[in-house]
């Protein structure tokens, strides 16, 4: 059976990576970010170009996957970011562009989380879907709201929701961890 993305859950391990990119490499720091702070899927993120972040309050896609329309507030954060990122590029362009000056792909986004994540010792399984995993339990964390968060992936169910973000295993585990007869 192949194994699922797993969320990051420490906060620090995020903010470690977030720092080094922000170094190293500006285009994979803000592919970070904006994971980080809108949980969606990085065909989604790949898909974006210039004009639809400049002077945006929020982002509206068509997503990849499903079809269906979303919207999101860009917080403050990812606004400071996007505004330095985009500073007098092309609003016609790709948000991200490769080595060769084309769109970026999902599987270079892929190969740059797997060795940051390696790099930087996180001993989860990693894949494109951990950076939505990880807004998603974080967003958990702080909000304890699964039926936003629901709302937010699109998802049918809240226990999806849970699962898909593995906070169900965290509280089937703590239930455990905390019983004894």
Not at 15 to 36: F, S, T
Not at 97 to 108: E, N, V
């Given at each position: ?36 702070n809108s949980g969606l ?91 939505r995993r990880s807004f ?17 992936f699109n998802h049918s ?25």
């Open positions: 059976m192949k194994k699922k993305a797993e969320p990051i859950k420490n906060r620090r391990d995020i903010e470690k990576i977030e720092q080094y990119l922000k170094l190293h490499n500006k285009r994979d720091y803000v592919i970070w970010v904006l994971g980080m899927r990085v065909s989604d993120i790949v898909g974006l170009n210039v004009s639809d972040v400049v002077d945006k309050t929020h982002i509206s896609i068509i997503e990849k996957k499903t079809g269906k329309p979303k919207t999101f507030y860009i917080n403050d954060k990812l606004k400071r970011v996007l505004k330095e990122y985009t500073k007098g590029r092309n609003l016609d362009e790709p948000l991200f562009l490769g080595k060769q000056g084309k769109r970026l792909d999902r599987s270079q986004v892929y190969r740059f989380i797997v060795k940051v994540c390696k790099e930087h010792d996180i001993k989860v399984h990693v894949s494109t879907h951990t950076l998603g339990y974080h967003h958990y964390q702080k909000f304890k709201d699964p039926v936003v968060l629901q709302k937010i169910s809240q226990r999806i929701t849970l699962m898909y973000i593995g906070v169900e295993q965290d509280e089937i585990d703590l239930s455990y961890k905390n019983f004894e007869l």
